[in-house]
């Protein structure tokens, strides 16, 4: 069974940059099939997709976010990570490691692609 | 830029359908998909491809989609179905509808 794991600082500083890890078990993220992103939920609203990653490197982002979300994937350790600078209280939200099947790489925005596995989700509050 | 619309809000009594809608100018050209939140959970795949249940998923759920409409029917919604319920679905990027907040009681 698939199991992915969020780990970082539940609380980041302003102006600051959040650091968080996903670390997946039952699962390789070397495999062909598969993106894996990242999704957040600030307290009470929706869903906010932040970006996603292939085994390759190659990533894509929501462009509202592109400019400071960084997506990296160390496939020895089977973990992907993301950075977010300048972060502001409007990044205070629960993130979400989410795997992302893809009927149709590299043309990813064809066919069925959508998530199937989820992490639990950590709180990342920024405040000074 | 393209958007997915739900309304915020769907209350019906144990036993009743209830039917959540997801409005988009993409839906007819591209498949949607179904999400189950419960309070301080991740989200779980109820429906994809449209009209598919993935396994485990109970046969109340069903979904279907015509032009630029999308909906999700819960069948005889039962009080441990209340959550939120977000569609999803793409076009160069990833959509995710507002969320729908399904009341049973």
């Known amino acids: 069974q698939l199991r992915l794991q969020e780990s970082g600082p539940g609380l980041v500083k302003p102006s600051e940059t959040l650091s968080l890890t996903c670390s997946v078990s039952?699962?390789?993220?070397?495999?062909?099939?598969?993106?894996w992103d990242w999704v957040r939920q600030p307290p009470g609203k929706g869903l906010e997709w932040i970006g996603g990653i292939y085994y390759d490197g190659s990533t894509y982002h929501n462009p509202s976010l592109e400019s400071r979300a960084t997506i990296s994937v160390d496939t020895s350790k089977n973990q992907f990570s993301l950075r977010l600078s300048s972060v502001t209280a409007a990044d205070t939200a629960v993130y979400f490691c989410?795997?992302?099947?893809?009927?149709?790489?590299?043309?990813?925005?064809?066919?069925?692609?959508?998530?199937?596995?989820w992490g639990q989700g950590i709180l990342v509050t920024v405040s000074s | 830029s393209h958007e997915l619309t739900q309304p915020p809000s769907v209350s019906v009594s144990p036993g009743q359908t209830a039917r959540i809608t997801c409005s988009g100018d993409?839906?007819?050209?591209?498949?949607v998909y179904w999400y189950q939140q419960k309070s301080g959970q991740a989200p779980v795949l109820v429906i994809y491809e449209d009209t598919k249940r993935p396994s485990g998923i109970p046969e109340r759920f069903s979904g279907s989609s015509s032009g630029t409409v999308a909906t999700l029917t819960i069948s005889g919604a039962q009080v441990k179905d209340e959550a939120d319920y977000y569609c999803?679905?793409?076009?160069?990027?990833?959509?995710f509808g507002g969320g729908t907040k399904l009341t049973v009681l």
């Open positions: 999803y679905s793409t076009d160069s990027s990833v959509l």
């Open positions: 993409t839906l007819p050209k591209k498949y």
């Open positions: 989410a795997r992302k099947y893809c009927s149709t790489i590299p043309d990813i925005w064809s066919g069925s692609n959508y998530f199937d596995y």
């Open positions: 039952g699962g390789s993220v070397s495999s062909t099939t598969f993106y």
